[in-house]
């Protein structure tokens, strides 16, 4: 029982995303399809997995050939995935590229098995996979397999390094790029940036572990393969429920920016316009508007979207959407200081302050008061009590 849960979990699990984001409208949202498309690739892997360590060596060397693509493409199609969130609105066939070793190294094994009799097949999956028994004089064929196989192996942790390394700072740029544009974050990817990076992270440091240990390490030990076998299943669950929620991505980035007035490049002296967009924020309380974008405040200021932005980054040094929510929180603080606050919901507060949500409003005032605002408001009243 517990082996089969270990075993056939992660197949479940990538075979219900792969079928649910396949058939999902995809409309301008390419990403969402393209993960389908990756978790079909996790989904073969795991199922030669399964015929792995329900040891099904007839015939195995037809999965063997699956296992090398599968466990080549997935990561490549994970980082393919990002740059359509994070950088390409289209399928680009370059990134076809990403797919090259581990088709290459697949075919190979296709042909190496091929040209090995059925004595030298079955007897490489028993002695080098299944390490069930050891042979005298391992043919030439056979330790040529196992060469592409340590490869590929090599192939697949230079992969992991890589596609965290970009991916991560893929993922950081565009955080970057939609905190300076728009002032709400919330379903334009704030909490899935974070997320993602922190399961790209996790996965990889698995995936090496589990590579540098070999399947046959897990073979016989249904309670240690548990662990690995879990830890995929929960990140790949994420991932999918991640990716189905996940409805904005560069695209619509790029289209709110071209859709957006373009206002004339204009030279203005930095500390005139700071003073001007102080008085915007202060005055005319801008940031009351839940959707603000920082191509509103430029076309308020007549100048162009890019100045503002660099003024706010190296001025205040915060981002956009950091900047407006400093004073959506003075605005919220100063409202549960008034006599009257026991009267006012959270809700209220909220609205009224400009946050899009009552989770959005929690979550920018604990970050930036380290506390929540019913306990700032507790606070608050036991400060002006009389005593």
């Excluded at 098995?113 to 030439?140: H, I, W």
């Excluded at 548990?226 to 790029?254: A, C, K, R, W």
């Amino acid at each position: 029982m517990l082996e089969d849960l270990v075993i056939y979990t992660p197949m479940y699990v990538t075979l219900f995303w792969a079928i649910v984001l396949l058939i999902t409208k995809r409309e301008n949202n390419r990403a969402k399809f393209f993960l389908g498309i990756f978790m079909v690739a996790a989904f073969l892997l795991y199922l030669s997995h399964a015929h792995f360590f329900k040891k099904i060596t007839s015939n195995f060397y037809y999965f063997d050939a699956v296992y090398m693509l599968a466990s080549l493409s997935v990561y490549p199609l994970y980082y393919w995935y990002i740059r359509l969130l994070t950088i390409e609105t289209t399928y680009k066939r370059s990134n076809l590229l990403l797919l090259l070793p581990g088709t290459v190294l697949a075919g190979i094994t296709i042909v190496i098995y091929l040209l090995m009799n059925d004595y030298e097949r079955q007897g490489y999956v028993s002695v080098f996979l299944f390490k069930e028994e050891a042979l005298t004089q391992p043919t030439t064929l056979m330790k040529l397999q196992h060469a592409v196989y340590f490869l590929s192996r090599i192939v697949f942790i230079i992969q992991v390094l890589v596609f965290l390394f970009y991916g991560r700072k893929l993922i950081i740029i565009h955080q970057k790029n939609i905190a300076n544009f728009y002032s709400n974050l919330e379903n334009r990817s704030i909490l899935w940036v974070k997320y993602m990076l922190y399961s790209i992270v996790v996965t990889s440091f698995v995936s090496i572990l589990a590579n540098m240990l070999g399947r046959s390490f897990f073979l016989d030990l249904p309670v240690v393969l548990f662990f690995p076998s879990m830890v995929f299943s929960v990140l790949l669950f994420f991932i999918g429920f991640q990716g189905y929620m996940q409805n904005h991505t560069v695209y619509d980035l790029e289209l709110d920016v071209l859709q957006s007035t373009n206002v004339a490049t204009k030279k203005t002296n930095t500390d005139r316009l700071k003073e001007k967009l102080i008085d915007l924020f202060v005055r005319e309380e801008v940031f009351k508007n839940p959707d603000l974008k920082i191509i509103q405040v430029s076309e308020m200021l007549n100048t162009n979207r890019t100045y503002i932005s660099k003024l706010i980054n190296t001025e205040f040094s915060c981002t956009f959407s950091e900047f407006v929510n400093r004073y959506r929180v003075e605005e919220a603080k100063r409202l549960l200081c008034e006599e009257k606050s026991k009267n006012y919901s959270l809700d209220y507060i909220s609205e009224k302050s400009g946050f899009g949500s009552m989770v959005n409003f929690m979550r920018v005032f604990r970050e930036i008061e380290g506390k929540t605002p019913g306990h700032f408001r507790e606070t608050a009243s036991k400060n002006t009590s009389p005593k």
